[in-house]
Nanobody, 124 residues
Framework: QVQLVESGGGLVQAGGSLRLSCAASGRTFSIYVMGWFRQAPGKEREFVAAINWRGSSTYYADSVKGRFTISRDNAKNTVYLQMNSLKPEDTAVYYC?????????????????WGQGTQVTVSS
């Protein structure tokens, strides 16, 4: 089992920045990829960014490229999502997820463990 706890959400004005953190515990040695997803009211959960747990590969949704940066600190078993130039359309609950299987990284169904989510609200 892997447990994930997100933090760092909040209310920010458009153009501002936030950094989300996701602390992993338990069988972290089994993690293959860590990802961030978000879900706005009335919408499906969508991919935001992902990072290989041991490599250097990162993946981003087109909507956040150039604004968001995913990174990790393996010593702390923590993944971060630095969000800059935030827009009102970035408002959503942001979820951290861990994937232990090799394969696609963009689909929520491919991930095995999820955090409880943290609210990000961007005001215009």
């Amino acid at each position: 089992q892997v447990q994930l706890v997100e933090s760092g959400g909040g209310l920010v004005q458009a153009g501002g920045s936030l950094r989300l953190s996701c602390a992993a515990s338990g069988r972290t040695f089994s993690i293959y990829v860590m990802g961030w997803f978000r879900q706005a009211p009335g919408k499906e959960r969508e991919f935001v960014a992902a990072i290989n747990w041991r490599g250097s590969s990162t993946y981003y949704a087109d909507s956040v490229k150039g604004r968001f940066t995913i990174s990790r600190d393996n010593a702390k078993n923590t993944v971060y999502l630095q969000m800059n130039s935030l827009k009102p359309e970035d408002t959503a609950v942001y979820y951290c997820a861990a994937k232990i299987r090799v394969g696609a990284t963009l689909t929520p169904a491919e991930y095995d463990y999820w955090g409880q989510g943290t609210q990000v609200t961007v005001s215009s």
